[in-house]
């Protein structure tokens, strides 16, 4: 889970996602909003629950992304594409 970009009732969403996935999960990561920690989390989740902000591009979906830590984004948006090339199965 990733907190994304700090909003209002981030915490409260975080609590009630554990507390829903509590019976089928073994863990729970809340990982930081930084591209690097996200990216290196997400090989290892069954299930990823981004609490966050993120931008859909209508005419190239693969161009939606999350929206990340401001010092990550100078690297570049997080792409649904980027997902796609991890190969998360």
Do not use: W
């Not at 889970?1 to 999960?25: A, C, D, F, N, W």
């Not at 920690?37 to 859909?56: D, E, K, M, S, Y």
């Not at 100078?74 to 980027?82: D, E, L, M, N």
């Amino acid at each position: 889970m990733s907190l994304g970009r700090l909003l209002k009732y981030t915490h409260q969403e975080v609590q009630e996602v554990k507390g829903i996935l509590t019976p089928v999960i073994s863990e729970c990561i809340v990982a930081s909003d930084h591209r690097d920690q996200v990216t290196a989390h997400l090989p290892h989740c069954g299930i990823f629950h981004f609490a966050g902000q993120g931008l859909t591009d209508e005419k190239g979906p693969l161009k939606s992304h999350l929206l990340l830590a401001t010092e990550d984004r100078r690297a570049g948006p997080f792409k649904i594409a980027t997902l796609l090339k991890l190969n998360l199965r």
